[in-house]
């Protein structure tokens, strides 16, 4: 009797453990450890990578400063050679721009009869910056012309000359500046293996891109212009010195995001 007592205890203790072993398991599957939680997402975090996924060759952007003189003769004689310039760079007032081309000019009233004029040109200058380096400087100076009906008229007649020898030196400069010295790429970078919806960390992972583009060599500016979180992507336009990336910015860019 004694045995059967025991024997019976043993087997409902045994019940009673294996039910509580049961519910501590069921319990821990239902409800993960927070450290079971924080390794899961630093593995999500780990897998998440970069790649370049398109590159677009863009344009230096350059603002027009008329800085000393008769303004309005610096406008026209710009507009003279604007054709020539655009083929190679954009010209407008950009809110960012990647440099300036300063444009000025000094003219003398050398004597006045009666409403004509003899106006010499003492000087046309220009001189271009970008990122604050001065990449070109010229001084142009023209042969006197003979007087005019009008001051304007005596001024306007120097646009012609001026535009021929302007357009002989800033158009080569530009385009050196624009294909030997400096590149413009809208460089557009695929974000790959983050949770789509989670805007929190595209935002994240876009600033990272970010900070990798400004520590390349050779990066003179860099710009978030566009990003589309549904299909994982990040623009840029980025400004660099060709001298110091032979191998591309794309080729430059895709080692650092590995």
Not at 25 to 49: G, L
Not at 84 to 95: A, H, P, T, Y
Not at 132 to 160: C, F, N, S, W
């Amino acid at each position: 009797m004694k045995k059967s007592i025991l024997w019976t205890m043993v087997v409902f203790c045994g019940i009673f453990l294996s039910g509580c072993c049961t519910q501590n398991c069921s319990k821990d599957a239902a409800y993960p450890s927070a450290a079971s939680v924080k390794k899961a997402k630093a593995a999500r975090v780990q897998n998440i990578s970069f790649s370049v996924a398109d590159e677009v060759k863009a344009k230096l952007r350059l603002r027009v400063i008329y800085s000393q003189g008769n303004k309005n003769f610096s406008a026209k004689l710009l507009q003279l050679i604007a054709d020539d310039l655009l083929s190679e760079v954009e010209i407008g007032n950009f809110s960012s721009c990647d440099g300036f081309i300063r444009l000025g000019n000094e003219f003398q009233t050398k004597d006045k009869t009666g409403e004509y004029f003899r106006v010499i040109c003492k000087r046309i200058f220009v001189n271009v910056v970008c990122y604050d380096q001065l990449k070109a400087h010229k001084t142009i100076r023209l042969k006197a012309m003979p007087r005019k009906l009008g001051y304007d008229e005596a001024v306007e007649q120097y646009l012609e000359p001026a535009a021929r020898e302007l357009r002989k030196y800033l158009v080569p400069k530009i385009a050196e500046l624009n294909n030997e010295l400096l590149g413009v790429s809208q460089i557009t970078v695929k974000i790959r293996n983050y949770r789509k919806g989670d805007s929190q960390t595209f935002s994240r992972e876009v600033e990272k891109v970010a900070r990798i583009i400004g520590s390349v060599r050779g990066v003179l500016k860099y710009q978030n212009i566009a990003q589309d979180s549904a299909a994982g992507t990040c623009t840029f336009r980025i400004v660099y010195a060709k001298g110091k990336m032979p191998q591309g910015v794309r080729n430059a860019l895709n080692n650092k995001l590995k």
